[in-house]
Each structure stands twice: as C-alpha cells, then as structure tokens.
C-alpha cells in the first residue's frame, strides 16, 4: 500500500465557508491597519502628534489581528488568500469626525467577527468558535476605546473644541494606554 503524503492528504479542518469568512475577516484587519494608518498620517499632518501616536499604534494592532487569523488558517490547514485592500476612507474633517469614523469603523469590525463566530457555532467547529472569543473580546476592547476617544473629544466641545482643548487632548492621547477596562473585568475595588 502506498504511503500518503501531506499534500495528498485532506488536513484542511476548516469548511469552506470558514475558510472564506476567515480569509475575509483577514483582508478586513488588514484594512482597518490601513485605515489607521491613513488616519493618524492626517492627525499627524495637522498637528496632532499624540493622538496620531496613538493611532499609529492601533494600526500596528490591527496587522497583528491580520496575522493571527492568516496563522489560524495556515495551522488549520486551508488555504491563506491574499488579496487587494480596499483604500482607506476620506480623511476626517476634524478630530471629533476622526473618533466618529473610528468607532463607527470599529463596530462594523464587531458585527463581522459575530458572524464568523456564528457560522462556526452553527458549523459545530468548535476549534474556531473558541479561537473567535479572542477577538469577540478585543472587539468589546476596541469598541470601549472608542467610545472613551468620543467621550473625550466630547468634554473638549466636540466639532466645536478649542485649540487649547485639542492640545491637552493631544497630550492626554500621547499617553493613554492601548486597552481599555471593560465593563466585566470591573470590581468594587477596581471600578
């Protein structure tokens, strides 16, 4: 009897429809890196080198979600399917409408993990429905983030902040850590 090798074997423990959303969901991090990036080359280019800091360092996050599905993939032995990334959007208006986009981009993100970690619950691939609660809970990370930059720009007068509020918000960006507490992990200790 002849011995299979790798390549003749079937290893792909993904379904095709999980391999698709996946490869999907990596081209959509890879955007969301773009999407940062673009945006904190524009804070940069307005003077904003603490928020734009800070959004440089998101977009460095997001590659690394990129990366972490592409991993997933290869080890679960599907195909990996690199493709164009869209172009980010229009550059904000103002820093209130950057943090605007932002939030809204990342509850866009949320609603596409869902539905990655809905098919692999309906699949019964249970390997995936748990590599998926990493980023259900990095979502609910991103999106508390997001609304804390709204919340912030906000106390600063949001589409109407002045210059000295946008300085010491710049500052304060510069600064702020890359995660957020979410509301589970919050104690009577540690409110």
């Known amino acids: 009897m002849e ?25 959509k991090e890879a955007h969301a890196s773009q999407i940062y990036l673009s945006y904190a080359a524009w804070a940069d280019g307005e003077g904003f080198g603490g928020i734009a800091n800070f959004l440089f360092r998101h977009a460095g996050e997001e ?11 290869l080890k679960r032995g599907a195909k990996v ?5 869209p172009a980010p959007p229009s550059n904000p208006t103002s820093v209130n409408n950057c943090f605007e986009k932002v939030f809204e981009h990342e509850v866009d993100n949320t609603k ?3 539905k990655i970690v809905k098919m692999s619950f309906n699949e019964e691939d249970w390997i995936t429905w748990n590599f998926m609660q990493w980023f259900v ?3 609910d990370e991103e999106e508390t ?11 600063c007068g949001g589409e ?3 210059h000295q509020a946008l300085y010491e918000l ?21 409110p």
């Not at 999980?18 to 999907?24: G, I, P, R, T």
């Not at 710049?170 to 540690?190: F, G, I, S």
């Open 63 to 73: 590659r690394n979600h990129m990366m972490k599905i592409l991993e997933y993939i």
């Open 112 to 114: 596409a993990v869902y």
């Open 145 to 155: 983030l997001a609304l804390e930059l709204l919340d912030k720009i906000k106390i």
């Open 137 to 139: 809970k990095e979502q």
């Open 3 to 27: 011995k299979l090798n790798r390549n003749q074997m079937k290893t792909n423990r993904l379904s095709d429809t999980l391999a698709q959303a996946l490869n999907d969901q990596m081209t």
């Open 170 to 190: 710049d500052k304060d960006l510069e600064k702020t850590p890359d995660d957020a507490t979410l509301a589970r992990d919050v104690t009577t200790e540690e």
């Open 81 to 85: 399917k690199v493709v164009a990334i």
């Open 160 to 162: 109407k902040a002045t």
